[in-house]
């Protein structure tokens, strides 16, 4: 053990320099900018983006942060109590969300935009990994949710745009 702590940031910086030594072909980075301050949140992405641009490093970024999303990714996978629900480029997903979770999280993003008087929220809670709900994992907080939704888990399914989403309504086209 060391005499001395070291900080949040400077593990996470001793983490990543670690991964890299071995020059790999991809990086999964799990939350990485966590507790970090925001500027070195941005040296340590600049890092991933160079790497991404000079070595052909590709980047699985697993992370709740929308604005990094948005401002780094170029597809992205959208989950919920482990399951994949939509698939798409950034572009498409920020711009029409095809899911209910989805769209909830994008709307639930405060916008200097819009004047709102409270912040828009998903109800209810995300479940317990041990007590999934039957049927899709969404069905109990989606206002979409129908009687198929309660029967089983819908298969991600690929749309015109490249998109795939993971549900009934979706797919057939009626929202």
């Known amino acids: 053990q060391y005499p001395h702590k070291f900080s949040g940031g400077m593990k996470q910086r001793a983490m990543s320099a670690m991964a ?3 020059k790999p072909s991809l990086i999964i980075a799990d939350e990485p900018t966590t507790s970090l301050d925001v ?8 890092l991933f983006m160079h790497l991404k641009e000079s070595l ?4 699985l970024l697993i992370t ?3 604005g990094l999303i948005a401002e780094v990714c170029d597809r992205v ?14 572009f498409s997903l920020f711009k029409e969300p095809k899911h209910p979770y989805t769209r909830g999280l994008i709307d639930s993003i405060p916008s200097l935009d819009k004047d709102i008087d409270t912040l828009v929220s998903i109800p209810g809670r995300v479940p317990s990994p041990m ?10 907080r989606c206002s ?7 029967l089983g888990m819908p298969k991600l399914q690929s749309l015109e745009n490249g998109t795939t989403v993971a549900c009934f309504r979706v797919q057939k086209g009626e929202i």
């Open 20 to 22: 890299l030594s071995n």
């Open 39 to 46: 500027t070195i949140q941005a040296q340590l992405m600049d």
């Open 56 to 59: 052909g490093v590709s980047i």
């Open 64 to 66: 709740h942060d929308m």
């Open 77 to 90: 996978s959208v989950m919920y109590a482990g399951f994949i629900l939509e698939t798409a480029d950034v």
């Open 131 to 140: 007590e999934l709900p039957t049927g899709c994992v969404f069905q109990p």
């Open 144 to 150: 979409y949710a129908e009687e198929a939704c309660l």
